[in-house]
């Protein structure tokens, strides 16, 4: 080997070892650049579930106290004079009451005081001795003990949220209120059960009465609507766009429009359902049918860019089978195509279901913010939706409201939970593995 061959080896190997070197710092560089984007990703994650659980956190210490209501003993005389067997239905339920709770303070006597102590008994339970006195008619001539809802105020009172230290004037409980309340306590006449009423009786003015069995009511029947028609029209159009229909222009129209359509504000299919809908074919308002026909028109372009997401993903192949022995085209989507297809459909559908459970503005202009107290029996009797309704108490100035709205927004989220389990459970249920 001649010296120039030697240097060029030389050369050759110390440039090789610079080459080494340099790559080595960079991949220094490159594993430590990755550790710092795998750290910021975990921080991340970490804030973001501590938000997550501080606000569910929230919503729970707010809203689980709504799911027990407070209770006290009272004595009732049903006085065959006050409850004639022939006007049950419309006697002096109040007066009765009123009677007792005179008898077991006789020292209230000032007009402004009985009306005080009248008001610590929720108005419920007026109906609740209607109705126990329609039940058993042979109760009328003997005394009952009952255990009745008390007034909002007092059931905040008794649930710790008021405090007694405050001035008399900045607070709803006066201190003639608090000796009474002490005294049943004190009694063993006061008792917490768990709020019935909260998941059985619809909207009501006072806090104590007041349940979302209304608003659920009208969420179902919304719903019911929103899946009878939302899902076989968008698997059919899924269906015909993926597997049957021409490349054209008008199907590349169609096809940018359901896009545009997914990502359009909700409030428009509104606007859309008031101006359709009620303006011009005259259905009623604040009726489940039109908000599921509202729902429908917002559900519609989820289902359909699902369904064929879940239509492309069946490999050709089994379409390639399908034909190759001696299938039609029909047969192959139906008998091959679409029961694999079948769990994502289905998932897509429920999510979009999920989407139109949880909606509020397209139903508040078609009416359905109205206050209704009677809970719907059909798809056109005037009702609400659970959304709505923690709307509605949301706006209240009521402490009692403020509970009742974080409970039912956590049967909200119970109710969406379900949903998507029943999305994984269907899609783990009819997927098949090729």
């Known amino acids: 080997m001649n010296n120039s061959e030697y240097k060029q080896k030389a050369l050759d190997k110390s440039s090789s070892g610079r080459t080494i070197e340099m790559v080595n710092k960079s991949l220094s560089r490159r594993y430590k650049a990755e550790r ?19 606000l569910f956190i929230s919503i729970i210490s707010k809203g689980y106290p709504a799911f027990y209501q407070t209770f006290i003993q009272i004595d009732v005389f049903l006085d065959p004079d006050v409850l004639p067997k022939d006007k049950l239905s419309t006697a002096n339920y109040p007066g009765l009451i009123k009677k007792s709770l005179s008898s077991e303070f006789p020292e209230v006597e000032l007009r402004r005081e009985k009306k005080q102590l009248y008001g610590m008994v929720s108005i419920g339970a007026y109906y609740q001795i209607r109705k126990m006195v329609m ?26 949220h008021i405090d007694r230290n405050t001035p008399e004037l900045e607070r709803r409980v006066k201190d003639i209120q608090l000796a009474w309340f002490d005294r049943w306590d004190k009694a063993g006449k006061i008792k917490k059960r768990f709020n019935t009423t909260f998941f059985t009786s619809g909207d009501s ?10 608003a659920m009511a009208g969420s179902l029947y919304v719903l019911v609507v929103t899946l009878l028609l939302s899902f076989p029209i968008g698997v ?5 766009l993926e597997e049957f229909a021409s490349k054209s222009r008008w199907v590349d129209l169609i096809e940018v429009n359901i896009n545009n359509l997914a990502a359009v504000p909700s409030i428009v299919f509104g606007l859309l359902g008031l101006a359709i809908f009620i303006n011009f074919f005259g259905l009623p308002r604040s009726a489940p049918l ?34 190759g022995v001696g299938a039609s085209k029909m047969q192959t989507v139906f008998h091959h195509v679409f029961p694999l297809a079948l769990p994502g459909i289905l998932t897509g559908t429920i999510i979009g279901i999920s989407r139109a459970l949880g ?26 939706v659970l959304p709505v309704q923690i709307y509605l108490w949301a706006d209240s100035p009521e402490r009692a409201f403020v509970e009742r709205t974080s409970a039912a927004i956590l049967v909200l989220l119970a109710l969406l939970i379900a949903t998507n389990f029943l999305a994984v459970l269907l899609r783990n249920r009819f997927e098949r593995r090729w």
Do not use: H
């Not at 750290?39 to 997550?52: C, D, K, P, T």
């Not at 042979?138 to 905040?156: A, E, L, S």
């Not at 028109?297 to 089994?318: C, E």
């Not at 139903?363 to 005037?382: E, H, K, N, Q």
């Open 36 to 54: 710092r984007f795998r750290r910021y990703g975990q921080v991340a994650i970490i804030i973001s579930l501590g938000f997550l659980c501080l």
């Open 290 to 323: 039109v908000g599921g026909l509202v729902l429908t028109l917002m559900t519609l372009p989820i289902i359909i860019i699902a369904s064929r997401a879940a239509l492309q993903s069946v490999p050709p192949s089994i379409r390639q089978a399908a034909l």
């Open 236 to 240: 059919a159009a899924a269906v015909y």
């Open 135 to 160: 039940k058993n008619r042979d109760m009328i001539g003997t005394t009952q003990t009952v255990w009745v809802p008390v007034d909002d105020d007092i059931d905040m009172l008794a649930k710790g």
């Open 359 to 384: 909606e509020t503005a397209p139903l508040l202009m078609i009416g359905m913010v109205a206050f209704i107290v009677d809970v719907p029996g059909s798809f056109t009797d005037p009702s609400t």
């Open 205 to 214: 003015r006072e806090p104590e009465m007041s349940g979302i069995w209304g």
